[in-house]
């Protein structure tokens, strides 16, 4: 199929996605083809490439996302931007995100291991207490009021979540807000040089880890969060977390993944625990300071599927997965052909960077009726939010106990939550990224 170039910038341009997401295109492009062959042009927030294939439909994700040994993650790395540099790609490439089986598959049991039933147990168990503190904390005993439901209610609750499997002092959990906002929004002049943690607070750990902290340049700019380089800080913490957990542990998640012992290649090394950390640090936060926010902008949008669940509370579980399907926090991830191959008819070379657009195949008609619907008895809802196959996300029952516990109180605790401002978005061609949401609530009467 033939498509004019210059219109599909859209997809990529990462300026274009501060407007929101180009649901509309995809749709067109999804009638016609199961893929498309997309340029990338050099933008002013866009270095360019030799071009990629975007996978539309969700069959073609699918296909894509499990057969590893043709469709490569360790290649050219997950992301669509390329490595700049060989150095940059090995860097990545150390990261589990990034490597294929069965080095993959090595470090992927360890840490299933690490998340046995009693810690989920547990974790869950003090996400149902978070999500009451966080909207506590919004009431704080008044009748109505205003906030920023992303920095007031969203953030908050995957970075407490955090703090518990890692099993790190809670104060501690702002620097892993600005690592996040780092990495992910290094686009964005919000984002790229965040430093929201009080430096007279935090653990030794935190103020040791401070120290290394790369310092802007004159315009602003941070060292490329995608280095080493650019993440020394976090890197010094995640060294002095995993030697203080092996002094001595406890009975975090974190405790058990560096106790385990491995019968094929010892237990995880020092280097190997600092890059989960780092992949923890950025999938276990961004993803959810994102999908919470676009379910509450669901709800906003929908007042009927609101009504519903505080009506009736056993609806917020489809009511998640719709979130979720509809909002799709991660819109992208990509692969790299290992050799000559054919999708869908299309021939792709070895070496080709394939990306598999989660938004497109959430909408894809093929699966999902009326997609553009939000609708939370939607049955089945074979979302790939998650992703699927061997990288299928880790902290996926963890984000949804999260979104249901903190949709779940909002529903008991508000009469009412409207928008007084339309939402920000994101400058990001990867994560549908909310970076403000200006509500006013109304809380329900006590025993109400
Ligand atoms: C709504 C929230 C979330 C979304 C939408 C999401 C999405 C994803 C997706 C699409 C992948 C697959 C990547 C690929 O195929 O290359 C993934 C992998 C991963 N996610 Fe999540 N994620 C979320 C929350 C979390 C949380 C809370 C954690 C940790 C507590 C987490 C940890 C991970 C890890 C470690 C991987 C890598 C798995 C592997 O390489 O085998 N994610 N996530």
């Not at 170039?5 to 407007?19: G, I, N, R, T, V």
């Not at 042009?41 to 499990?66: D, I, N, S, Y």
Request: glycine share 6%.
């Amino acid at each position: 199929m033939d498509c004019d170039q210059k219109a599909l910038e859209c997809l990529y341009d990462p300026l274009s996605f501060e407007q929101g997401v180009p649901l509309d295109e995809l749709a067109e492009l999804r009638r016609d083809a199961a893929l498309i062959r997309v340029e990338e042009h050099t933008l002013p927030q866009w270095p360019g490439g030799e071009g990629f294939w975007l996978v539309l439909r969700h069959a073609e994700c699918m296909q894509v996302l499990k057969n590893a040994s043709v469709y490569s993650s360790h290649l050219g790395g997950t992301q669509l931007r390329d490595p700049a540099t060989p150095d940059d790609l090995a860097y990545v490439q150390k990261m589990m995100l990034n490597m294929d089986p069965p080095e993959h598959t090595r470090l992927r049991r360890l840490l299933i291991n690490a998340f046995t039933s009693k810690a989920v147990a547990q974790l869950e168990t003090q996400i149902e207490h978070h999500a009451k503190s966080i909207i506590d904390r919004v009431i704080d005993g008044r009748v109505q009021g205003e906030c920023d439901f992303v920095k007031d209610i969203a953030s908050d609750m995957p970075l407490l979540c955090l703090a518990d499997i890692f099993g790190l002092p809670q104060e501690d959990r702002y620097l892993m807000f600005d690592w996040a906002n780092r990495v992910i929004g290094y686009q964005d002049p919000d984002y790229k040089s965040s430093s929201a943690f009080d430096r007279d607070r935090g653990s030794d750990i935190a103020r040791e880890a401070l120290k290394r902290r790369p310092e802007p340049d004159e315009q602003g700019n941070m060292p490329d969060p995608r280095t080493r380089g650019g993440m020394e800080d976090l890197y010094a913490y995640a060294h002095l977390l995993a030697e203080y957990k092996r002094r001595q542990p406890g009975d975090d998640v974190v405790s058990i993944l560096l106790a385990q012992v491995d019968d094929e290649a010892g237990r995880v090394s020092i280097e190997e625990f600092e890059n989960m950390f780092w992949l923890f640090a950025v999938a276990g936060n961004e993803t959810l300071r994102n999908g919470i926010p676009g379910g509450m902008i669901a709800l906003l949008e929908h007042p009927q599927a609101w009504r519903a669940i505080q009506a009736q509370p056993e609806l917020v579980p489809g009511a998640v997965e719709e979130m979720l399907r509809w909002w799709t926090p991660v819109m992208v991830f990509r692969r790299t052909a290992s050799c000559d191959t054919e999708l869908a008819g299309s021939r792709i070379g070895a070496g080709d960077k394939v990306v598999v657009s989660f938004l497109s195949a959430n909408y894809d008609e093929r699966v999902f009726s009326n997609p553009m619907d939000f609708d939370i008895r939607r049955e089945p809802n074979d979302h790939l939010s998650f992703g699927y196959g061997p990288h299928f996300c880790l902290g996926a029952q963890l984000a949804v106990a999260q979104m249901r516990a903190i949709f779940g109180e909002l529903a008991r605790r508000f009469e009412s939550i409207e928008a007084t401002a339309p939402p920000r978005y994101l400058r990001s061609n990867f994560q549908r990224g909310v970076k403000s949401l200006p509500i006013r609530w109304r809380a329900r009467a006590k025993g109400a």
